[in-house]
């Protein structure tokens, strides 16, 4: 059990990480490609029910973390809400006067996702040995290196992003919700 809790501890470390570097804006991608990462809703979504399972604790707070994916990915790409997730979280976002304003929806709900997986991460970090927290830290950063900053993925810091990257970026496919919401 103790092998399953330490890989639970490091996916939802690296869930922390992930949502961390988009919205301190370190790593990002384009929105073409945000646009194809529906499952990773229910990824992050059975990541946190699973964690639940394993620690029996916060209930109330996995199910308002599933509820919230749930209705991401099922709306994904469709609903208004989900599409400005989507657009906030990517490079595109940073290339429109929509960047210059404070979204805190955005900020808020991704700041509760992350708070969630800390909170899950510290939990189930109850349950371990300190060995296997340090092995959880070591998945968090392989995860980390393997996908959030591997140089041949999109993924990229803004202020630094390679010629291939940037040509995937189109500002013009982002709607602007500041002009949507004084009409």
């Not at 800390?118 to 109850?126: C, F, G, K, N, V």
């Not at 950063?141 to 940037?166: H, M, T, Y």
């Amino acid at each position: 059990m103790s092998i399953f809790g330490t890989i639970l501890f490091g996916v939802e470390l690296y869930h922390t990480v992930g949502h961390g570097v988009i919205m301190f804006r370190q790593r990002m991608l384009p929105a073409k490609d945000i646009s194809r990462l529906r499952f990773y809703f229910f990824i992050d979504l059975m990541t946190v029910a699973t964690s639940y399972m394993y620690t029996r604790q916060l209930f109330w707070l996995a199910a308002l973390q599933n509820i919230q994916h749930l209705f991401y990915f099922l709306t994904w790409n469709k609903g208004f809400s989900a599409i400005k997730v989507m657009q906030w979280s990517s490079l595109d976002w940073l290339q429109t006067d929509n960047n210059k304003i404070y979204h805190w929806d955005q900020i808020l709900g991704t700041g509760f996702d992350m708070g969630v997986h800390i909170t899950y991460a510290y939990l189930i970090a109850q349950h371990l040995p300190t060995m296997n927290i340090a092995l959880g830290f070591a998945v968090t950063a392989l995860g980390s290196v393997a996908i959030l900053f591997n140089k041949r993925l999109a993924w990229c810091k803004p202020s630094d992003q390679p010629e291939w990257v940037r040509k995937r970026v189109d500002s013009n496919s982002v709607p602007c919700y500041v002009e949507d919401k004084q009409k």
